[in-house]
């Protein structure tokens, strides 16, 4: 049994000062109100709920600075230049170097508060048709063991070049599983994978799938009620292409032909109409959404503010991992919208500030994306992933509950966090992970050494 004892503490939504979190077997056991230290407890200033990381693809920190420059093609960059870069990053990693970048890439991610990541995977193949997706994800397993962080795994189908059913690329080739080899990599993972890891399921996007792929996914997804991902109307080409094959935008395709309902997380959906926004809002499915990785890569701006005006459910995620800071996300959001809109406090709610709203609709969103009801909150029962900061920050002061949250998000990049737990055990401690040295060291090493090879 662990106790810590809080002077401040985020419980199931609400600040309380002087609460002890009793902690056995990876869960909050129970919760003491009002009370005061005890001999033992580990002292906390200020706690709050882990973060969960609703959508990665880990391999990509390897790529993070090496994309800022015109493309040797002398091209306009664009997405699509840079998605160039990332296929050229692919075809350097095996199960090896897979493991220790996204090993650093965890490491920063439990560092700066997330606690639970959603793995969005579908490097599959060595080479064509080489399957050898299982030491893949054995890679990714055993970074989040290293790292300590909780593992959603999402296998994910790419099957195709495009909406007409382009060929795909030799690049891609090393994406694509049959549909057979696909389920049977899912039913593998659901076998060996364990608490406090799980699995979801997905699929790359509308334009990489058939409609009956998709639809067995779904089949899939509500027989082992597991979420479903997919990346959606990222950018306009995309939109195009939808509309010049099925008649219709990829949103409103989505809901005219599928059930779209809680279980669904939807990445990006950046380029919606009106009534895509308000319709998705109603669905109960959840949009994850990457600022620092939506303005990285030009996709434009979603429409928060209809789509929270009819109570849609959000989460965030580092996407492309270009930076990893959940707190740098939630700023990026809210102040896109300031720059899209030309007002202020556009995620606020009725009685919360912006800082607490955001933090509270992504809480809630990443326990809906990563089908764990456990994660997002201090409460009895919960998970005890949390974080613990130190409130003699400067940041913190002259503020009161009313607006910690607005301090953490807005007021700098320099979250003064302390301690981070993950399923009960420290991972963080004085401000440092535990396998911080290592992971950068052999971090480096791969890196360093693919960019020989591929500049
Ligand atoms: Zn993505």
Redesign the pocket.
């Known amino acids: 049994m662990k106790t810590i004892f809080a002077r401040k503490a985020y419980v199931e939504g609400i600040w309380e000062q002087n609460v002890r979190l009793n902690i056995d077997k990876g869960l909050i056991k129970s919760i003491d109100h009002n009370t005061e230290y005890f001999n033992g407890d580990t002292m906390a200033s200020l706690v709050v709920p882990g973060i969960c990381n609703a959508?990665s693809?880990a391999f990509q920190r390897a790529l993070s600075g090496h994309t800022e420059h015109k493309s040797a093609s002398n091209k306009q960059d664009n997405f699509w230049t840079w998605r160039d870069s990332m296929y050229r990053l692919t075809s350097k990693l095996d199960a090896k170097n897979l493991a220790d970048i996204a090993t650093q890439a965890y490491v920063e991610m439990v560092a700066s508060g997330y606690t639970s990541v959603v793995e969005?995977h579908y490097l599959h193949c060595k080479t064509d048709n080489d399957d050898f997706s299982i030491p893949m994800f054995e890679a990714l397993l055993q970074a989040a063991n290293d790292s300590g962080i909780r593992l959603i795994y999402i296998p994910i189908l790419y099957e195709r070049g495009g909406f007409k059913g382009e060929e795909l690329s030799s690049h891609q080739k090393r994406f694509s599983l049959s549909l057979d080899q696909f389920f049977d990599h899912y039913d593998s993972v659901k076998k060996n994978i364990n608490w406090p890891h799980s699995i979801g399921i997905g699929a790359h996007s509308l334009r990489t799938v058939t409609c009956e792929s998709l639809r067995e996914i779904e089949v899939v997804s509500n027989k082992d009620q597991i979420p479903l991902h997919i990346?959606v109307a990222?950018q306009e080409m995309e939109t195009i292409e939808c509309v010049d094959v099925y008649n219709t935008t990829p949103v409103n395709w989505l809901l005219d032909n599928f059930d779209i309902n809680r279980q669904w997380c939807l990445?990006?959906a950046t380029h919606m109409n009106t009534k895509e926004t308000t319709e998705l809002a109603k669905s109960g499915a959840t949009v994850c959404l990457?600022p620092s990785?939506e303005a990285n890569l030009g996709d434009g701006l979603f429409n928060l503010q209809l789509y929270l005006e009819n109570s849609g459910n959000i989460a965030i995620?580092s996407?492309?991992n270009i930076s990893i800071n959940p707190f740098e996300e939630l700023r990026w959001l809210e102040y896109g919208q300031r720059l899209l809109t030309r007002k202020r406090n556009i995620s606020k709610k009725l009685n919360l500030s912006s800082g607490n709203a955001l933090f509270d609709y992504i809480s809630l969103g990443g326990s809906h994306v990563s089908g764990n009801n456990l994660i997002g909150s201090l409460g009895e029962g919960s998970v005890a992933d949390l974080i613990v900061m130190d409130d003699s920050s400067p940041m913190f002061a002259g503020h009161n509950t009313d607006t910690l949250f607005d301090a953490l998000i807005f007021s700098g990049v320099n979250v003064p966090i302390q301690n981070v737990m993950v399923n009960g055990e420290w991972h963080v401690t004085d401000g440092k992970h535990r396998a911080l040295d290592l992971a950068r060291h052999n971090y480096a090493k791969q890196v360093t050494q693919m960019f020989k090879s591929v500049n």
Do not use: L, Q, V
């Open positions: 959508h693809h969005f990346h990222e990445i990006h990457c990785t995620g996407d492309s």
